[in-house]
């Protein structure tokens, strides 16, 4: 078995190489913390089975955040691999510092220039013999979505494997003593031993652990056998001459050297940056920009073209499943047994494909813009704006992956490096809406509010949001205070969308919602649909039910909410388990036989005869309610292992407390506007708003006199003492 291991910085194009080869339907993004995890494919090749590994993209062997650390533990575990360092040609500079730590690691890696056909393009013009004689190692110079150029990499990369096992080698930096481009290493070894000659002599460490100490590496420091307060002095040391700086500008010195020799540039283009970019990055421009190409990808999503595909594939799945409906009612005698085909598994199938084109919609406008290079702008216009927060630049990453899985997203937060952030980011994502919440949108605004569908999807997707936000900047002010971190990453250039590539994503995706989904929203349904219609002794059509007498039991609890009802506590308990279950579960409480689709299903809510029915007012509240109440399971058991249980707790509690509290208010709200007027409720809120607007500035000035004017803190203090 011959092991081949992908190696470089993010968005070089590692993923994409893997992806050639494995055939693996993975997410191939463009933006930092995409692979959180490193994935492996076992193929055959050329008759000979291979495993290809995709490491986490990474700028560094210096463990500051989760993929370095996955990437330097698992280069460290598996030293007889293969490895191709993949660097982008656009970027050599910061991309070769990487290829020198893989170097200093003891690894003799096979160097891929990327986007090798981006070069005229960009006016730079590489020598490539000189390139690769002075690197002194193997170099090809590709385009990894060209398979046939992959191929050759990948071919060299197997060959070369055979070789080092026929011949015994074994990767050591003594076969670069010839070159002079790593003389440094000889230097970095003496740097050592000019700050540290006691442990140079009494340790018998490598020549990478000695220059991971020199860069205060922590994981390496702490595996040495000596005391805390050695380890302390250690530190004050290195700290105390800079050894960290020193490396890394030696690094650079070389490698600009390096560069100088075999790379000129025509022109001083920035790589990456657009005209369009005046306007994207525009301090004014780039907020409504963004805003109004979200609302486009909505009005595109649950407008009349998503609507028009919901019907149809609705109709189609019910078509399709008829006969065996038909079947199940004429054929079978047993009533229970028949009902349960008809209704609880035929009509929970025609609820999941009456929303999978809104699902699919979405997904194919998120990559989009993002194989497009804008959602790298994204991140870059709210960076400074989330670090007011208190969220570090990296989580905007795991707020967007929330559009279309809470789970995903709470487990994308592991890349922060600071532990209050990441805390911060995996408590936040369950706010925003995520896919499985749209049919329930959809059911709930056809029936009550058709002509403002849009428009409300909207504002729950911006609630979801600023709540967020909000939440974010409480808890870094109170118990959760984030450190200033750097964020570091690069825009890539804009480009056509590959829409073979998107289209393989959006199937991909799916087909996992489909299986995800489906699975969970078949069975699940099927469970509610026996809790729904069977009493505590499993009689059938008998007394009330069970999910029946839980939920009278619970229903008190929300009737200041407007739907204190049995049916709509049974469709929040139910959703606790999976969001994609709630439309199904009130179609199944609503006793409707599975034929319709969504239309029946809202249809039902009009009627006040329905188990679970509503009104305009308590529609509103209930739909606040469940985008902001408790995350799924599947959410739940990720965050107790991504933040700890008592934060888990924490998370939940305060978040049914703020989903009540604003379902609350939006209840009377609506309510105050239903009886009284649309004019004299906007003229409430106005006065409402001007009223709080003065306190907060009353407040302002009485606390401002408070603070002392000597103090150039502006805080309460002696003023004596400033005098």
Not at 355 to 371: A, C, K, R, S, T
Not at 668 to 696: D, E, P, Q, R, W
């Amino acid at each position: 078995m011959k092991y081949i291991v992908l190696v470089g910085n993010p968005n070089t194009g590692k993923s994409t190489f893997f992806f050639i080869f494995s055939n693996a339907e993975e997410h191939v993004g463009n933006w930092h913390g995409v692979t959180t995890d490193y994935k492996e494919k076992r193929i055959k090749f050329d008759g000979q089975e291979i495993v290809i590994t995709d490491l986490p993209g990474t700028y560094s062997l210096s463990p500051f955040s989760f993929e370095e650390g996955v990437t330097k533990e698992y280069l460290l575990t598996h030293k007889d691999c293969e490895v191709i360092n993949i660097i982008d040609g656009n970027n050599l500079e910061r991309n070769l510092l990487l290829t020198f730590e893989l170097v200093e690691m003891g690894i003799r890696p096979i160097v891929c220039v990327n986007m090798a056909n981006e070069f005229v393009k960009n006016g730079l013009k590489i020598d490539k013999e000189k390139f690769e004689k002075e690197l002194g190692l193997k170099c090809f110079f590709i385009n990894a979505q060209n398979k046939k150029e992959s191929k050759e990499v990948l071919n060299y990369a197997v060959k070369n494997t055979n070789d080092k096992k026929e011949k015994n080698e074994t990767n050591k930096i003594d076969t670069y003593s010839h070159i002079d481009i790593f003389s440094y290493i000889t230097d970095l070894q003496d740097m050592f031993s000019d700050y540290l000659p006691k442990y140079n002599q009494n340790f018998n460490l490598s020549i990478f652990e000695k220059i991971k100490i020199l860069e205060q590496d922590e994981s390496v420091i702490s595996k040495l056998k000596i005391t805390d307060k050695e380890k302390n002095d250690i530190i004050n040391i290195l700290e105390k001459n800079n050894t960290l700086e020193k490396v890394i500008n030696l690094r650079f010195i070389i490698i600009k050297k390096f560069l100088s020799n075999c790379v000129s540039k025509d022109n001083n283009k920035i790589y990456g940056y657009s005209k369009i970019d005046k306007y994207c990055l525009n301090k004014w421009l780039c907020f409504p920009i963004f805003f109004v190409i979200i609302a486009g990808l909505f009005f595109f999503t649950f407008g009349s073209f998503g609507t028009m595909l919901s019907g149809t594939l609705s109709n189609f799945a019910e078509l399709m499943l008829s006969p065996l409906s038909s079947f199940a009612q004429n054929k079978i005698s047993n009533q229970f047994v028949a009902d349960f085909i008809s209704n609880a598994f035929c009509g929970s199938v025609v609820s999941l494909f009456s929303f999978l084109p809104q699902v699919i919609l979405m997904f194919l406008g998120l990559y989009i813009l993002e194989d497009s290079g804008y959602m790298s702008r994204v991140a870059f216009i709210f960076e400074d704006f989330l670090k007011k927060l208190g969220l570090s630049g990296k989580s905007i990453f795991a707020l967007l992956m929330s559009f279309g899985c809470s789970t995903t997203a709470t487990l994308s937060s592991r890349n922060l490096e600071n532990k209050n952030s990441k805390i911060k980011t995996a408590m936040l994502t369950p706010y925003i809406s995520c896919t499985a919440k749209l049919p329930l949108y959809l059911i709930i605004c056809n029936a009550f509010f058709p002509k403002f569908k849009v428009l409300i999807i909207i504002f729950l997707y911006v609630l979801g949001v600023v709540v967020a936000l909000c939440v974010s900047y409480f808890l870094n002010k109170t118990i959760l205070k984030s450190n200033e971190t750097t964020f570091v990453m690069e825009l890539p250039k804009y480009r056509i969308p590959n829409f073979k590539k998107i289209s393989k994503n959006v199937y991909y995706n799916a087909k996992q919602f489909l299986l995800r989904a489906g699975s969970v929203l078949l069975g699940f349904s099927c469970i509610v649909w026996i809790l729904q219609n069977c009493n505590f002794r499993f009689q059938y059509h008998v007394g009330e039910s069970m999910l029946e007498t839980l939920s009278n039991f619970l229903s008190p609890i929300f009737s200041p909410l407007g739907f204190g009802t049995a049916g709509a506590v049974s469709a929040i308990l139910c959703g606790f388990v999976a969001k994609e279950i709630i439309v199904s579960t009130i179609g199944i409480i609503n006793g409707l036989d599975g034929t319709g689709g969504l239309n029946q299903i809202s249809n039902s809510l009009l009627l006040s005869t329905s188990a679970f029915c509503l009104t305009a007012s308590s529609s509103l509240s209930f739909l606040v309610f469940a985008l902001l109440y408790l995350p799924c399971i599947s959410t739940v058991s990720v965050m107790i292992k991504e933040i700890g249980r008592k934060w888990t707790l924490f998370a939940c509690l305060l978040q049914f407390a703020i989903s009540y509290a604003l379902s609350f208010v939006v209840y009377k709200i609506a309510n105050y506007f239903i009886f009284n007027g649309v004019l004299s409720g906007i003229v409430s809120i106005i006065v409402f708003t001007l009223i709080c607007v003065f306190i907060f500035f009353i407040f302002g000035i009485i606390k401002h006199k408070r603070y002392c004017k000597f103090c150039p803190a502006n805080k309460n203090c002696d003023k004596k003492q400033h005098l």
